[in-house]
T-cell receptor, first 111, second 110 residues
Framework: DAGVIQSPRHEVTEMGQEVTLRCKPISGHNSLFWYRQTMMRGLELLIYFNNNVPIDDSGMPEDRFSAKMPNASFSTLKIQPSEPRDSAVYFC?????????FGPGTRLTVL | RKEVEQDPGPFNVPEGATVAFNCTYSNSASQSFFWYRQDCRKEPKLLMSVYSSGNEDGRFTAQLNRASQYISLLIRDSKLSDSATYLCVVNPGNTGKLIFGQGTTLQVKP
């Protein structure tokens, strides 16, 4: 079975550019989570959706970050404009209940 | 105070050793508890759930002390392949989200 799919796996961009990260959850999972991981702050929850509806976005750092889930099989996390401090690994995870299954992550570098 | 606190380590142990990791959580209403494992430059993966009565999975034993708000993971007969970061994870209840600790790094040496 395919797990959670994320793209791109690596992204290098320049400050001020728009970045879009993509996620395809495991089929049948009704919850989707976006996390950011850095050495300093560890794994931080940014936002999560239940049945495609955003439930908790209190972890979204600021207005530069936005996330959408237009249907059960696709979600995006957008950063506009990007800044060097956004450099991190961004994980998407999906869940049928409490156990979360993570994608391989997108390693973002903002120069 | 962080919601979930762990000793970051690193713990450096020889093969065959027994090692224990501890974790404390701040929300006494927390409902469910887990240990996840994260290999270097990989995604976190569920290692095991933690039940009130304690539970074992092969060489791994997890314990929960609700009164002290304390979770532990014991690894017996450590293998080189156990080298990873172990994340203590708590579900605060009435929500589907999980709170992850910073992780404890284990390095098992030959």
């Amino acid at each position: 079975d395919a797990g959670v799919i994320q793209s791109p796996r690596h992204e290098v961009t320049e400050m001020g550019q728009e970045v879009t990260l993509r996620c395809k959850p495991i089929s049948g999972h009704n919850s989707l989570f976006w996390y950011r991981q850095t050495m300093m702050r560890g794994l931080e929850l940014l936002i999560y959706f239940n049945n495609n509806v955003p439930i908790d976005d209190s972890g979204m750092p600021e207005d530069r970050f936005s996330a959408k889930m237009p249907n059960a099989s696709f979600s995006t996390l957008k950063i506009q404009p990007s800044e060097p401090r956004d450099s991190a690994v961004y994980f998407c995870a999906s869940s049928p209940s409490l156990t979360q299954y993570f994608g391989p992550g997108t390693r973002l570098t903002v120069l | 105070r962080k919601e979930v606190e762990q000793d970051p380590g690193p713990f450096n142990v020889p093969e065959g050793a027994t090692v224990a990791f501890n974790c404390t959580y701040s929300n006494s209403a927390s409902q469910s508890f887990f240990w996840y494992r994260q290999d270097c430059r990989k995604e976190p993966k569920l290692l095991m759930s933690v039940y009130s009565s304690g539970n074992e999975d092969g060489r791994f034993t997890a314990q929960l002390n609700r009164a002290s708000q304390y979770i532990s993971l014991l690894i017996r007969d450590s293998k080189l392949s156990d080298s990873a970061t172990y994340l203590c994870v708590v579900n605060p209840g009435n929500t589907g989200k999980l709170i992850f600790g910073q992780g404890t790094t284990l390095q098992v040496k030959p």
